[in-house]
Each structure stands twice: as C-alpha cells, then as structure tokens.
C-alpha cells in the first residue's frame, strides 16, 4: 500500500524518532511516540503560551491591572513570600483542602462500599445523595455560617459538602465494577459475607479508589477559594479575594498558578503512590 | 438416596426447576432456565454437560454450587439440601476470578484466610496447607511462576491456578464452568490431560459443563446433554472408552459414533435445521433431490 508523500527515502510507516519521521508518526492512529518527541512537543505545549504572555505583556500595550506579565507574577510572589506570609497562607489552605477531602474519604469510603455491595442500601441511599449532589456548594454558605459559624470547621464543611457527594457515588461505582467471578469464586471458598467484603471487594477496588481519591482531591481544591469566602483572614483563596478587591491583578494571577501548581504536585503524588502501591499494575511481562 | 450403577450418588438432582424473570404482574419475560432436571453423579465421578446455548448447563451447574436458588425441586449433596454455596463444593470459572493483586502462591492459599478453612490453627496444619500448595503448584507445572502475578500469565496458565487454588481445600465436588473456553485449541488439550491426571490423583467428583461435544467427551465417563427451551436433560451418554484417556482415542470408532450421535442431538434440539434451511434460501441454491 503506497501512500503518496514526498519523493526520496522515507519510508510509508517509518519508526518514530528516526530521522525522517516526520509527520507520518506523528499523525498515525494510536501509534506510539518516541520519549524524545514527547518530551520535545509537551516542552512547546507549554513554553509557547509562557513566551505568548511574555511578548503580549511586554509590548506596553496591555494594561497591568488587566494583563500582568510573568515577571510582575514572579515580583509579587517574593514580596508574598516575604512580607505576606505565603507560608502561613499555603499552610492554611492545604490544611483546609485536606481535611475536608478526609473527613469526606472517611464517610465515603465505607458507605460508598456498602451502597456498592447491597442493592438495597443502593435503593435506600443513592437518589438521595445523587440529588443532593447538584445543590451547589457555594449556596450552602449562608447555611454553614448559620448552623456552624465562622471558624475552621466551616470552612472544612464547604469542602466536605462539595467532595463527598460526588466521592460516595464514584466510591460505588469502582465496589461494583470488582468482576462477579472474584466474588463468587470466594463464596464457594467458603467466605462469609464481611470476608468478602474486606478481602474480595475492598481488596480487588483498592487501585480504583485510590484513583478516585486522586480525582476528588482535584475537585476539592477547586473548592477552596468558595470555602474561604466564609469569613476567613488568610489562605490562598482569601488572599485572591482581597486583591480582587484592590485590583492587584499580578496576586490574583500569583494565587490562582500556586493552586494549580500544588493540585499538580498533589496529583503527581497521588500516581506516584499508585505505582509503589501496586507495582502489579503497573508492571507488565514475564515473571 | 438415590443409586447409581457405581453406588451411591454423591450429587443428587430430584425434579430441579429455574425460571428466570416474570415479574410479579407477569409482565416479564419468564425464561424456563430448567425444568424437571434430574441427574445422580457418584462419588468420584467425572461428568460433563454438554448442550446448545440457552440449554441451562451453566444455570445448572451454578445451582449445585449454590449460586443460584433453584425454583423447584431438590439438590442434594451427600443426602444434605444445598442451601448456598458451600467449602465442599468448589467452582472454576471462565475466567477473570483469579485475584490480580496477589501472586499465583497466594492465590492458591487463599483459603487460608477464611475463617472456614483454619478453624483449628495448630503448626500441624498451617504446615500441611503450605505443604499441600506447594505440592499442587508441582502438579499443575506452576513453580516457575509462584511469584508472578495473574496478568503476567496467558490464559491456560491462569487456569492452571484457578483450578489448583479450587483444590487447596479438598472439595467434594469439582465444578467446572467452560474452564477452557477461552484457551486456544492446542492449550485446551494439554489442559484435558493435566484435569484428567489432577482428578484421578485427588478422587475429585467433577461436575464439567461445555459447549465442545469433543472436550465432553474425552473428558467424561457420562456426557449429559441438555436441550434448550425449556432448559431439560435430554439423555445421558454412558462413554465406551477406557477410564484412562489418550489423545488417539479421539480418532477411535466410538469415539467418532458418539460425537457424531451427540451432535446430530444437539442439532434436532437446538432447532437447527431450520437455520440451514434458511441458510440455503439465502444462497439461492435450491435443494437437490
């Protein structure tokens, strides 16, 4: 099969990071990519945006207020550093963030287990949390400072309410996914119900669930600048709030790239752990 | 109880019924799975099923297991009603009911975490079990890979295992689910040899349900062969081949005379010949003579 290109010596499927590849691996359906293009083309992925805003900052036109460049972003993140307590602000909100999504885990897990395994604790629980999983959590403000008040716990509750809802149902979704055969082969082992439960279900979703706690710590840190609305004085979010107010556009910028950059580490942290946790998966040929 | 022609039955079938469906405003569609089954295997028997699709060879294998709850009649084992699956009967499925995260030794040994199994924890016994699986990842050619994980094997190895973590604790009864469906053809004749040698070694009853006349046969001193719609036993096949087994029998007279007479069977049941009739339409071909 002849595919019409360019005249000369390139051949119709050439291996990719030969030299003459060119378009064709890159372009050819699920084909597999060289470390080296990868590397190359995510390193433009990224670095071309970052030399977009520099030159698009540095022509004068743009107003700061509107428009900081990467520089005043990098300025206002020392003087962050230095004068503002960024430590402290960074500290508070991880703080924050983690506590809701673990006080959330620590429901979920168990009732999204049982909402998973028994189709009547599903019947009896699931409209209900599916419904209350729309309400949006920034309307629940109002309700939080009334039934708890102003203090870290509600703030905490804000995450909680945004995280815990989607997390239950995900959490049965990966208990019903463990294959049936995994189950019946333990009953007819012999294993009573709690065994397989512990051993079977939990043991055989445990990859799952930790996907799904990666991915609902992404959700929760989303929430925190909505958490932090709730009367706070320090935090990532509340200081994105306070320069809104002042218009200080560099630290709104400054605040929102460091949440992206900590929900990234935390991200990475989560696959890493992944992998030491099950090596099994993740290694793949002979013995 | 029941006798059979080799004394007394170990796995008792009186009159058992399944029906699928049909809801309580008899709105559903109702499927007869089985009906009126009855089936007598003796202890140390090896049985297989064979049948059409929808014939209730696995429907009735799973009932025995107690995964399923018969709608009628009665299944009796050692003259005790099956009320659930139970340690005395073990099961081996198709496939994906090997534990992926853990190795083909632990695998194995999985009995040994259930209360079930390790109601007496003396050194005694914690040394047979070890000992026993080791012997069997000997007899089912597994030592190379006792520390390898279920996703590092091919498919026939992963039988192997399941098939060796069934027989850890001893059961009664063997009961087999197309083990060896998915395994390719020359995998699937190493693997009736090794069942053939493990059974005799361990006195297993082994209940083998499949859709291949070949496998049942050579495997089986009895094929059951069931029909569908609704899901019956339609006669039972005693096998004229010596209890040992070789491959070249598959080519011998009786062999060839029971498979051809279990397939003619299977296709009168099954409704098949209307499906060549149709076939010859399509073709456009009229029918000689």
């Not at chain 1, 028994?118 to 009334?146: H, N």
């Not at chain 1, 039934?147 to 959490?171: H, P, Y």
Request: hydrophobic fraction near 50%; include cysteine; charged fraction near 20%.
């Amino acid at each position: 099969m002849q595919a019409a290109g360019e005249p000369g010596a390139a051949p119709a499927r050439a291996l990719p990071g030969e030299r003459g590849a060119g378009w064709r691996a890159l372009w050819t359906i699920r084909g597999p990519l060289s470390q080296r293009s990868y590397w190359i083309l995510a390193a433009i992925g990224l670095l071309v945006p970052l030399l977009a805003w520099t030159l698009l900052t540095s022509l004068g036109t743009i107003s700061k207020v509107f428009l900081p460049g990467p520089l005043d972003v990098l300025v206002r993140l020392g003087t962050w550093w230095n004068e503002d307590d960024l430590a402290g602000d960074i500290g508070i909100s991880v703080y924050r963030v983690v506590a809701g999504w673990a006080l959330s885990a620590l429901i979920a897990l168990p009732l999204g287990l049982y909402i998973g395994t028994y189709r009547s604790v599903q019947a009896l629980l699931e409209p209900l949390t599916d419904f209350i999983r729309y309400m949006p959590a920034v309307a629940f403000i109002p309700l939080v400072m009334l039934w708890i008040g102003i203090d870290e716990r509600s703030k905490v509750a804000i995450i909680f309410i945004g995280t815990f809802f989607q997390m239950v149902l995900m959490v049965a979704e990966d208990v019903r996914r463990v294959p049936l055969a995994q189950i019946e082969a333990a009953q007819t082992m012999g294993a009573t119900r709690g065994e397989i439960l512990e051993k079977v279900i939990l043991a055989s979703a445990k990859p799952a669930l930790l996907d799904t706690l990666r991915i609902t710590m992404g959700w929760a840190w989303t929430y925190l600048v909505v958490a932090e609305l709730v009367a706070a004085n320090s935090g990532l979010g509340y200081a994105i709030i306070k320069a809104q107010r002042f218009l200080q556009t560099d630290k709104i910028f400054a605040g929102i790239l460091l949440i992206g950059a900590l929900g990234l580490a935390i991200d990475q942290g989560f696959r890493l752990l992944h992998r030491l946790a099950f090596p099994w998966l993740h290694a793949r040929g002979g013995p | 109880m029941a006798a059979t022609a080799r004394g007394r039955a170990l796995v008792e079938c009186r009159g058992v019924g399944k029906v699928f469906g049909g809801g309580s405003r008899g709105d559903g569609q109702r499927i007869i799975a089985l009906q009126d089954v009855d089936l007598a295997v003796a202890d140390g028997e090896f049985v297989t099923i064979v049948g059409a699709s929808g014939c209730g060879k696995s429907t009735l294998l799973r009932a025995i297991g107690g995964l399923e709850r018969h709608s009628a009649g009665a299944i009796l084992v050692d003259g005790a009603a099956v009320n659930g699956p139970g340690v005395d009967r073990a099961m081996v499925f198709q496939n994906y009911s090997l534990y992926p995260w853990l190795t083909v030794t632990e695998n194995i040994r999985f009995t040994r975490q259930l209360a079930a199994h390790t109601r007496e924890r003396t050194t005694a016994s914690v040394e047979a079990a070890l000992g026993r699986s080791d012997a069997l990842l000997q007899l089912m050619g597994l030592v190379h890979v006792a520390h390898a994980h279920p996703n590092q094997l091919s498919g026939g190895m992963q039988q192997r295992v399941a098939i060796a973590r069934a027989l850890m604790s001893r059961p009664r009864i063997l009961l087999m689910d197309e083990p060896f469906g998915a395994l390719d053809a020359q995998t699937r004749e190493v693997m009736h040899d090794l069942i053939l040698h493990v059974s005799e070694l361990e006195h297993s009853t082994v209940i083998f349900v499949t859709h291949d006349v070949e496998e049942a046969i050579y495997l089986g001193r009895r094929v059951v062969l069931m029909a569908p719609r609704p899901g019956r036993i339609d006669s039972i096949h005693e096998v004229p081949l010596p209890r040992h087994r070789t491959q070249d029998m598959k080519q011998s007279a009786q062999f060839l005379e029971l498979r051809r007479k279990i397939l003619a069977r299977i296709r009168e049941t099954a409704g098949m010949k209307t499906d060549l009739e149709l076939l010859q339409k399509l073709s456009g071909q009229a029918q000689a003579g």
